[in-house]
């Protein structure tokens, strides 16, 4: 796991937790924040109004809810990465399903390897020294070093062998440092946590490097998180060795102190210079963070602009392709009109080929019929003697000489003056074959009223 990262364990109250994130941003040292949550998949499910136990509800309904737990922890983690971003750090998350937040954290630790974590911490009441001592194994992760530190309200190193209250507000400092149980106002705990010891007394297993903070309500009550599986230092407290009495004179234990004071002191004089060193390279790496922040913003507000701009575009081509929707229905209404019309015109012309096929087959018969009439007038111009007329010559009706012939539709010629006259008394049927004829109309035969008049003109 990269030293650089610096791991802070959030929940979903982003108003509670917002305090933590900013103290955690404010003592990273330039560090990269990644936060870690733990998500507990609610065990009721609401529906219409009414709570439900998710075992009683469907595969479906329940996964569909669990998809917006989802999108809702996904958002949440999104608002503190964009406040880590405003400030101008770099921010990452990483989280976890699982129903216990203890469990969450210690499978975290594990897979992602951490080495510092910021959580916030639980009331007073709700652990002591006898807590913290009976915690959950340490070998959690075996190969992390051992610092745990712990404060109501907020975290800060003292020095406490000068007695200045010196505040270090960074986590990079070395794995040496102390802090007090509880907070200076309470003034109840004058006990010091000291760090796991490394030696071949203690135990070879470490911790992970926690530092809880809590926030602090107006009522007065702790808000933060209660980690039960906490490092045990029952077996690294035997390693500590109080004070030895050295015999001899007061002056000698007092130079003794007074050396050790003075050495201390030295000490301290060179971790405030090299703290002095790491805050003006934190505030390099800010400055750099802000640049680069700066050049994001900027990049964002382009893509937002592109995105506009590809919005638009969109919007117009969906325009056009509704006109184009809209020309197209047009078109095939067109289109079915002129099929109808194509199958009506269809219709009428198979209507009028059989007209013509009708009249064609009339034309030849009138044709043969007129072959016939020439033939036998042929006959009779070379029968000189025959003086009576031809049958043919004569109207069916009337049996007299035809001066207007006609055709009828039944094919026979008659007298139009005598045929009209046979309409005219209600019959509609043919006088030669009493069949119903199609129509009233007749056809001239002139043909036959040619050789009617050169008849009568030769007799």
């Known amino acids: 796991m990269d030293d650089n990262i610096l791991h802070v364990a959030l929940g979903q109250n982003v108003k509670e937790y917002k305090s933590i994130l900013l103290w955690t941003l404010q003592n990273s ?40 737990e989802r999108q809702n922890m996904q958002k949440i983690l999104d608002e503190y990465l964009l406040f880590c971003r405003k400030i101008g750090a770099r921010a990452e998350s990483q989280h976890i399903e699982m129903d216990s937040i203890e469990k969450g954290i210690v499978n975290l630790i594990c897979q992602l390897g951490i080495r510092k974590l910021v959580m916030g911490a639980a009331a007073d009441k709700h652990y002591s020294k006898e807590s913290i001592l009976d915690g959950a194994d340490i070998c ?70 926690i530092v809880r903070i809590s926030s602090v309500r107006s009522d007065g009550t702790d808000n933060g998180l209660e980690l039960n599986t906490l490092p045990q230092y029952k077996d690294s407290l035997p390693c500590l060795s109080p004070p030895s009495v050295v015999d001899g004179s007061i002056d000698e234990t007092l130079y003794s102190k007074l050396e050790k004071a003075m050495t201390e002191a030295g000490n301290a004089r060179l971790e405030a210079f090299q703290e002095t060193q790491r805050r003006g390279k934190a505030e390099k790496d800010a400055i750099e963070a802000m640049h680069k922040a700066q050049v994001s913003d900027r990049l964002c507000a382009e893509e937002l602009k592109q995105r506009k701009e590809i919005e638009e575009a969109l919007a117009k081509e969906k325009e056009e392709h509704e006109k184009v929707k809209i020309q197209l229905s047009k078109a095939m209404e067109d289109l079915q ?58 109207c069916p009706i009337s049996q007299d000489i035809m001066q207007d012939p006609h055709v009828a539709t039944d094919g026979f010629t008659y007298e139009a003056e005598v045929l009209r006259e046979w309409f005219d008394r209600g019959h509609d049927t043919s006088p030669m074959t009493n069949l119903k004829l199609e129509n009233c109309n007749l056809v001239p035969n002139y043909a036959l009223r040619s050789a009617i008049q050169e008849w009568q003109q030769k007799h």
């Open 29 to 68: 040292g330039g560090k990269t924040i990644c936060v870690i949550h733990i998500h507990q998949p609610a065990n009721m499910i609401p529906i219409m109004g009414t709570r439900f136990p998710a075992s009683t509800l469907t595969k479906q309904k329940v996964r569909a809810y669990r998809e917006i």
């Open 140 to 209: 959690v992760a075996p190969t992390i070093s051992a610092q745990v530190s712990f404060r109501s309200e907020l975290v800060a190193s003292i020095d406490c062998s000068v007695g200045s209250g010196t505040d270090v507000s960074s986590l990079d400092g070395t794995d040496d440092f102390w802090t007090p149980r509880g907070s200076v106002a309470e003034g109840s705990s004058d006990e010091w946590y000291p760090p796991a010891l490394d030696n071949s007394t203690c135990s070879s297993r470490r911790p992970v490097d």
């Open 337 to 394: 009109f002129a099929l109808d019309q194509k199958s009506s015109l269809e219709s009428k012309i198979a209507e009028s080929n059989e007209m013509v096929e009708g009249l064609e087959l009339r034309i030849v018969s009138a044709v043969e019929l007129l072959q016939t009439y020439k033939k036998e007038r042929d006959e009779l111009l070379s029968s000189k003697e025959h003086s009576e007329p031809p049958s043919y010559f004569l």
